[in-house]
């Protein structure tokens, strides 16, 4: 029997990169204690403070069941439903670590993070390159740089200066967020002008 999509046309594009899609780590359901059978909860993805999309999770002891609903190009709204089984491996140092078995017809990769197009699957289903391989040096630099922009919950772009301490976050945490942004904002613009042959 074929996985979830059988029959389906995929139109994969293999300019796309991880960071264009969103994605559900196994590994965070995991430390947050997402996992435990016969739960359900719900998981969003936000930008710069607003939700942006999510979904619904039902939990049971072999996988996980996705409900959520999605459209293409403006289109009809189409709901899905269907399970992503999960396995476990264990550590060296004892304990066990979970990972996803991707849904995509013939896939069933073992995998720690999966990729929501029209269905969640892995990075390899869809073609998906990691966006620090297509990256410059200054690239990167800047990418960090707005990561840590949005995990503060402070609005994109590293021009526009820091942002406040998130809700509930300890202060020494913050300032160290402050001191890593400053860092990579200092060398990476430090480059720029040094490419351009300018001078401060």
Known sequence: MGGYGSGRRWNFCAKDTTSDYR??????WHRDGLLRP??????????????????????EPSQVSLIYSHRTNGGEWKHENYPVRLTW???NYGGSRPWFLCPAKGCERRVAILYGGGIFACRHCYQLSYAS???????R???????IRDRM???????????PKPRG?????????CAEHEQLVEVALGCQMQRYGLVL
Request: hydrophobic share 30%.
């Open 89 to 91: 491996t264990s550590c």
């Open 153 to 163: 919950g402070w609005e994109c772009g590293i021009l526009n200066g820091l942002g």
């Open 133 to 139: 391989q297509r990256e410059g040096g200054v690239d």
């Open 38 to 59: 016969g739960i359900s909860y719900g998981w969003q993805w936000t930008r710069n403070g607003e939700k942006v999309a999510s979904i619904n999770v039902t939990t």
């Open 23 to 28: 994605s559900i780590d196994i590994r965070r």
């Open 169 to 177: 976050m300890h202060w020494r945490t913050y300032e160290q967020f």
């Open 141 to 147: 630099l800047f990418r960090k740089a707005d990561k």
